[in-house]
């Protein structure tokens, strides 16, 4: 009966990020040791690393100013120096071991609530860099302003705000409106699914739950005032829960007001359907799945093809397709994601370059940096790939003329991005800017004599407005050709060299453009080609000219689309420039504010300092030995490289054996380097049942060693020892036993496996472990077991998929392991824990499939609805035996499985058993919570 000390051994060998994923999992790899340093300013302590100093100093400028701006707005004041971790890029953000869990590249930035620390990387943009700190800190006031007031009224159990409302509220208070968040709200309008209030969760966690919330907010600013908000927080003692504190602070229901706010949105966007369109009204869709975004077209072998990004199937992946018509079938040439080669393709940040001979150039993560790599569409191989070891990130790269260079975006260690130049042949990295602003999607002119590029480098940089530039080669001067508070965005240039197209949002939403050049007197003008009501990105011009593939946004999806570009409204002038416009608007005419530190302190060399992350007692009862209790401790310092685990309980079922009964735990963990490793000291005792001893009482005290180390995220090595004395006492059998063993563990774990709501659907999971147990007292081995789990997924369609589980065990020597099995984990059909022994094979086949996407049920208090419900088609075989196989064992049926609220779940099985000769007549019923294996 493994009841506390079940707690202790969990509590001490789950301590590290790849025993915490528990048997498979991907790993989080530290590849720098950083040298951490701190800023302390007024309100806050940064901490930064040494090759970022300027970036920690210009955080702590934007991080000052926002927060004087929200302590008026929630009328509260934090005592307290706010930490503030700031990486000077999203791949070294990845890294950080402040959450365990893998962060996916979306994720702009964080704040945890044990430290309440906020957590950022700087990604080039200054602007989104504050209004990532900005938004963060709102977190950071809402973590103490509502505990302050419950506090000061005398309440102290309370609920949260909704996540789509204090999301929404970080936005709206971080950033003004923007053209990004009014087509998101407006295509949702438009397009007739604007979800209801009761419907919200059904986003939960999307980049589109923020915008709502957002917009709601700014609903709540436009009706009520910026200040109801604020009052908002002071009353939350008064109601027990959002809703009603909500409705005692706008007189209104959350659901009036939802109504209400709707009823506006569809006053504001429907009488723009009079004059923009939809994109499919205006052009010819090619992809239909998944998320499909910036296309390259080339003619291959007197062919046009369209070479572009897709994570149809939940992987990015470049692929290409004929856009011939709708549906066209398409060929994947990069699948990304699945392999420490191509780590992460980068979906939406960069875009790829395609020479007129077919050769791919595009850029991965592997392992810590971003790597170019160049394919051959006709030999279906890469022929080239280069890691710029001082260039921590790669963008956008684009092909020469003459396909002998490629220039693209590159982001330094420091953070600051520029354009670089590298010459294949001669393997020659040059940089052409060197400055701290952000460049963006160059795209080189076709008579090779100079880049055209979107930067934040003008006189509306410093707002956050990103403008066209060219960089004349190879003088490398720097030519401003558009100007203005708006976005332009993505550059192509037509076959001959004598216009632009480009996506920009200066008419209120993202619309294509032509920027067309008049060499005789060195003017060019802008004409309009779209307007649409969503919005249109990533333009390129087909090789003949005649067309443009551009990625539009509608239904909440990016796909790709095609338009003539006789058929495109170009038929008035939107903007004129002339050369002259250098002259009036500086290309480097702005520089972000920063702030050194405190006078006192400044920055200083970091320590480590130590504070609780749990600090949790445990009781639990059983019915033959009573209530036994336990008290668990984490300690960390402020960057979660170094761990303190402890834990204190008692077993003793009498005052005789309260002493020795004591369960003692102390385990460190250290995660500063590429390998984890740990080691800890440990006392327990308790009283345990075997199906082959009976009743036991059995002590161990000792010490053991843990590490990890990760190959590549996909793959790792996990290593483990424990020595220790350790004295049993056998009930039934009347004997005991005193040995000083040794314990010794390594696996092999590999995973690559992509989820849907109910498991893993996609990849490959695999683990090889191999333990021994000696006594060194005689040196016998007391155990000897290998594990082989293997587990493949093999996708059928985007919500399907066959899985296959091939599971060995065996254990030898004086006192073996020994495993169970049965049950809806492992041999459906079956008792749970209907066969047990010291040897196992199983083998799982199971057919999952979408049954049902959404489900609502009524009640008189209000409709349930579940998301996600999944089929299975399933046939399991196996036993577990001691010491002679008799026959495998089997069962089949059909089960579904229902997604409760992303954190569980349940599962139901109709089986019926057989052992291969004849078939049970009973059939089995199964209720279970986990997920699918």
């Known amino acids: 009966m493994k009841r506390l000390i079940l707690s202790i051994v969990l509590f001490l060998l789950l301590s590290t990020s790849s025993y915490g994923q528990y048997y498979f999992g991907k790993n989080k790899v530290q590849y720098t040791n950083f040298d951490w340093q701190v800023l302390t300013t007024q309100h806050f302590e940064i901490y930064f690393y040494t090759e970022e ?38 791949n070294y953000f990845a890294q950080t071991n402040i959450i365990p869990s893998l962060l996916p590249e979306s994720v702009a930035g964080f704040t945890e609530f044990l430290k309440g620390r906020m957590v950022i990387p700087f990604n080039g943009s200054y602007s989104n860099f504050a209004r990532v700190i900005q938004h963060e800190l709102v977190h950071a006031f809402i973590m103490h302003k509502i505990p302050y007031v419950m506090k000061a009224h005398q309440r102290f159990n309370y609920t949260g705000l909704p996540l789509w409302f204090e999301e929404g509220m970080a936005e709206h208070w971080s950033r003004e409106w923007d053209s990004e968040a009014d087509m998101m709200i407006r295509d949702l309008v438009i397009s007739g699914r604007f979800p209801q209030l009761e419907d919200i969760y059904q986003l939960y966690g999307t980049f589109l739950m923020y915008k709502m919330g957002e917009a709601f907010c700014a609903h709540l600013k436009k009706e009520y005032g910026d200040d109801k908000i604020g009052l908002l927080f002071e009353n939350y003692w008064k109601a027990p829960n959002f809703s009603e504190v909500f409705q005692l602070t706008f007189n209104k229901t959350l659901k009036e007001v939802w109504s209400q706010w709707e009823y506006s949105l569809k006053k504001k966007y429907f009488p723009d359907i009079e004059s923009k369109d939809l994109p499919n009204r205006v052009s010819t869709q090619l992809t239909f799945d998944g998320i499909n975004i910036k296309p390259e077209p080339v003619f291959l072998s007197d062919q046009l093809w369209v070479v572009f990004k897709s994570n149809k199937l939940g992987y990015s992946s470049i692929c290409m397709m004929s856009p011939k018509g709708e549906k066209e079938k398409t060929v994947t040439l990069i699948k990304g994601e699945r392999s420490p080669q191509f780590e992460s393709l980068h979906l939406l940040k960069s875009k790829i370059g395609v020479s007129e001979d077919g050769m791919v150039a595009f850029v991965s993560k592997s392992h810590e940096n971003d790597v170019l790599y160049v394919y051959d569409v006709t030999q279906r191989k890469i022929t080239n790939e280069k890691r710029f070891g001082d260039l921590i990130e790669l963008s956008s790269p684009t092909w020469s003329p003459d396909a002998n260079q490629i220039a693209f975006v590159g982001v330094a260690k420091n953070g600051y991005s520029d354009l670089y130049l590298y010459e294949l042949q001669n393997r020659l990295l040059t940089r052409l800017t060197n400055d701290i602003y952000e460049e963006k999607a160059p795209q080189w002119s076709p008579n090779g004599k100079g880049i055209a590029f979107s930067s934040d480098r003008g006189s509306w940089g410093e707002e956050g407005f990103l403008n066209l530039f060219l960089l004349a080669l190879p003088e490398n001067k720097i030519t401003p050709l558009t100007s203005g508070p708006h976005h332009d965005l993505a550059p192509d240039w037509s076959f001959d060299g004598e216009s632009l197209v480009f996506s920009s949002d200066r008419n209120g939403s993202y619309d294509l453009y032509l920027l067309s050049f008049d060499p005789e007197n060195g003017s060019w003008h802008t004409s309009q080609l779209t307007s649409l009501l969503t919005g249109a990105f ?53 520089r972000p504010k920063k702030t050194e530190g405190d006078q006192e302190s400044g920055s200083v060399k970091y320590k480590n300092r ?123 059998q009347n004997r005991g036993r005193k040995a000083f063993l040794s314990t010794n563990y390594i696996s092999w774990v590999l995973d690559t496996s992509i989820w849907d709501y109910v498991g893993p659907i996609d990849g490959t999971r695999f683990n090889f472990t191999l333990g021994l147990t000696l006594n060194l007292k005689n040196g016998k081995a007391y155990n000897k077991l290998a594990l082989f789990d293997f587990r493949k997924y093999l996708r059928l369609k985007k919500n399907s998929c066959y899985a296959v589980r091939v599971m060995g065990f065996t254990s030898v020597g004086k006192e073996p392991q020994r495993l169970y099995l049965g049950g809806s984990w492992s041999l459906r059909g079956y008792d749970r824990r209907a066969f047990y022994g010291r040897h196992l094979v199983l083998l799982n086949n199971e057919l999952r499939y979408p049954l049902i996407d959404n489900l609502s049920i009524g009640f008189p208090f209000g409709k349930i609805s579940f998301h996600a419900i999944r089929g299975a088609l399933f046939f399991d075989a196996g036993n577990a035996w001691e010491d002679e196989f008799d026959q495998l064992y089997g069962s089949f049926g059909i089960g579904a499985r229902i997604s409760l609220g992303y954190v569980m779940v349940l599962r139901f099985d109709i089986s019926r058993t057989t052992d291969f000769k004849k078939i049970s007549r009973k059939t089995d019923f199964d209720f279970f919570f986990g997920w699918n294996f």
């Open 538 to 590: 990533d333009p390129s011009f087909s090789p003949d000219g005649k067309d443009i593939f551009f990625t539009a946004y509608e239904k909440y999806s990016f796909q790709i689309h095609k338009m003539s570009l006789d058929s495109a409204m170009v038929g008035f002038d939107d903007f004129s420039e002339s050369a002259n416009l250098s002259l009036h608007t500086s290309p480097s005419a702005w």
């Open 610 to 732: 130590f504070s609780f992350d749990i600090a949790q007692s445990a009781i639990s009862y059983d019915a033959v030995y009573g209530t036994v209790g336990g008290f668990q401790v984490a300690l960390t310092d402020m960057l979660g490289n170094h761990q303190y685990f402890f834990l204190l309980g008692n077993s003793a079922r009498s005052s005789d054996d309260f002493l020795s009964s004591f369960n003692l735990g102390v385990t460190y963990i250290n995660k500063t380097h590429r390998l984890n490793y740990g080691y800890g000291f440990y006392h327990l005792k308790d009283e345990y049942y075997d199906e082959y001893y009976g009743f036991y009482t059995e002590r161990q005290y000792g010490g053991m060693a843990l590490a990890s180390y990760p190959l590549s995220k996909f793959k790792r090595v996990d290593a483990s020892f424990f020595l220790r004395q350790s004295d049993r006492d056998v009930y039934i």
């Open 53 to 90: 100093k300027e970036i920690a100093q210009i955080a702590a400028s934007c991080a000052e100013e926002s927060y004087w701006f929200l302590e008026n707005k929630f009328n509260h004041r934090i005592v307290k120096k706010i930490p503030l971790v700031v990486y000077s890029s999203p």
